[in-house]
Nanobody
Framework: QVQLVESGGGLVQAGGSLRLSCAAS??????MGWYRQAPGRQRELVATITNGGGRNYADSVKGRFTISRDNAKNTVYLQMNSLKPEDTAVYYC?????????WGQGTQVTVSS
């Protein structure tokens, strides 16, 4: 079964940038997504990308985040710019819309004001 390992999170000031990576132990699914979960809140979808490069974003991150993928490396990325304190959360990747893979440990993103 494919395992997912997220990395690249950290502490950043508002307005800063981070690039998250999600490395899969096998071939990644045709549609992959980045999700996030803030304390006390439900996990929410942030962005999706298809094998053909089609992208969709949550309204809250549109224009600031960019999702990409490298199938040769079995890796999905999330470039996050102009970060806001409300982006603070644990970020995960998985398939979309159905979660076919076990959830990874996620990577913590903390944005200070």
């Amino acid at each position: 079964q494919v395992q997912l390992v997220e990395s690249g999170g950290g502490l950043v000031q508002a307005g800063g940038s981070l690039r998250l990576s999600c490395a899969a132990s096998g071939n990644i699914f045709s549609v992959m997504g980045w999700y996030r979960q803030a304390p006390g809140r439900q996990r929410e979808l942030v962005a999706t990308i298809t094998n053909g490069g089609g992208r969709n974003y949550a309204d809250s991150v549109k224009g600031r985040f960019t999702i990409s993928r490298d199938n040769a490396k079995n890796t999905v990325y999330l470039q996050m710019n102009s970060l806001k304190p409300e982006d603070t959360a644990v970020y995960y990747c998985n398939t979309y819309p159905t979660y076919y893979y076990p959830w990874g440990q996620g990577t913590q993103v903390t944005v200070s004001s």
